[in-house]
């Protein structure tokens, strides 16, 4: 069992700091997507109906998945950040306990074979994953599953393009299509490609959902001040020169409501733990 959680990626250090508008405009998952990931838990037997989500934040995902599970399974959200769980105890009121763990997805603190289904939303490109990997092998059930989901803007055109070249310019290292990654960089995610060449996973599947969603300038200023992103270019070019710059980008694109329609493409990739 792993017990050490001082190793964690550089990453997760700047959520340190990004918790005030973290649970309010984080644009969430759809429910289909839920349920296909609680669809998949549900064939597990009673003695690993154990449900972790690593790099929970707040608890946006965590609450989603236990709203669409039954009292049978134990849901356990994990992250090293400490004002994250905090945030993650206070907002969450649900009919069924959470509990909420202070931990690395590096280094998971339960046993050997003891949890039937991992998830990761909107996490896993800040782990050590190939650190993770292991751990999640090592603490899966024969055939427990792994699923891991991701947001990913559609911009191929409208508002989101426009934001896409503000953050090239603005955010030291991005480019469209990269995340902010555990060296405290950015890079491309591929987890289907990393779990289809790990001999301990099989069977992975990869699932799209594209939906809509309205911002108003307000929310959209509130929810890109939750992002690694603002936060590296606030620091590479001062608070003042990045606001004012995403304010106009708003303001170009915005309806006479000041409303903003976006689209997001969510990801979700699964993994079988083989059985050794």
């Known amino acids: 069992m792993a017990t050490d959680v001082s190793t964690q990626s550089a990453g997760y250090e700047h959520y340190q700091t990004l918790g005030e508008h973290y ?8 429910i289909s997507a839920v349920h296909k ?25 965590t609450r989603m998945l236990a709203d669409a599970l039954d009292r049978s399974f134990e849901v356990i959200g994990l992250e090293p950040s400490s004002t994250m769980i905090e945030r993650a105890i206070e907002v969450t009121k649900t009919i069924r306990p959470i509990r909420f763990v202070q931990s690395p997805a590096e280094q998971l603190p339960f046993s050997d074979r003891s949890v039937g289904l991992i998830t990761a939303a909107g996490a896993a490109q800040l782990f050590d994953r190939m650190r993770f990997y292991v751990e999640a092998h ?12 991701q947001n990913k803007r559609r911009h191929e ?10 953050l090239e ?36 599947m990869v699932q799209k959902w594209d939906w809509p969603r309205t911002f108003t300038t307000q929310s959209f200023e509130a929810f890109a001040s939750s992002t690694i992103q603002l936060k590296m270019a606030r620091a590479a070019h001062g608070n003042e020169t990045i606001i004012n710059e995403l304010r106009s980008i708003l303001s170009r694109h ?16 699964t993994a079988v733990r083989t059985t050794q």
């Open 157 to 166: 055109g409208g508002f989101f393009r426009s934001f896409e070249l503000f």
């Open 169 to 204: 310019t603005f955010v030291p290292g991005y480019r469209t299509g990269t995340y902010a990654d555990a060296q405290g960089g950015h890079s491309v995610a591929n987890f289907d490609a990393e779990l289809a060449s790990d001999n301990r996973f099989s069977t992975v």
């Open 138 to 149: 090592r603490v899966l059930v024969d055939n427990g599953v792994l699923a891991i989901l």
């Open 23 to 30: 649970d309010n405009e984080r644009p969430g998952y759809p």
């Open 37 to 61: 990931i609680a669809a998949q838990a549900l064939p597990l037997r009673q003695f690993s109906r154990r449900v972790v989500d690593a790099g929970c934040g707040t608890g946006i995902f």
């Open 254 to 269: 915005c309806d006479a409501c000041g409303a903003i329609d976006v689209t997001y493409s969510t990801e979700l990739t």
